[in-house]
């Protein structure tokens, strides 16, 4: 088992910016893509951003140019920085992790969610 815990949501301004950050619990496989949904609520739950362990990203459309996903494999960790937050951006973000994959169609585990407000 391999437990996600994610820190770094919060309260914001619109046209700020927030970092999340998300740790796994033990080392992984090489071969695997970490990534962070969001959920907005009566909505389902969406891809933001993925990344393998070779470093190739993925990015939902609405959040290019403003959001930046990166990870440190030393530490089993990602991280997304959030610029140019917006209000539509208000969702709890999510922590994912596949393994045997370097791309994320269908996350085998899940960080427990942490809540990222933009307001106006």
């Known amino acids: 088992q391999v437990q996600l815990v994610e820190s770094g949501g919060g309260l914001v301004q619109a046209g700020g910016s927030l970092r999340l950050s998300c740790a796994a619990s033990?080392?992984?496989?090489?071969?695997?893509?970490m990534g962070w949904y969001r959920q907005i609520p009566g909505k389902q739950r969406e891809l933001v951003a993925c990344i393998s362990w070779g470093g190739s990203t993925n990015y939902a459309d609405f959040v290019i140019g403003r959001f930046t996903i990166s990870r440190d494999n030393a530490k089993n960790t990602v991280y997304l920085q959030m610029n140019s937050l917006k209000p539509e951006d208000t969702a709890v973000y999510y922590c994912?992790?596949?393994?045997?994959?370097?791309?994320?169609?269908?996350?085998?585990?899940w960080g427990q969610g942490t809540q990222v407000t933009v307001s106006s």
């Open positions: 994912a992790l596949e393994l045997t994959t370097a791309h994320m169609t269908r996350p085998d585990y």
């Open positions: 033990r080392s992984i496989f090489r071969l695997n893509a």
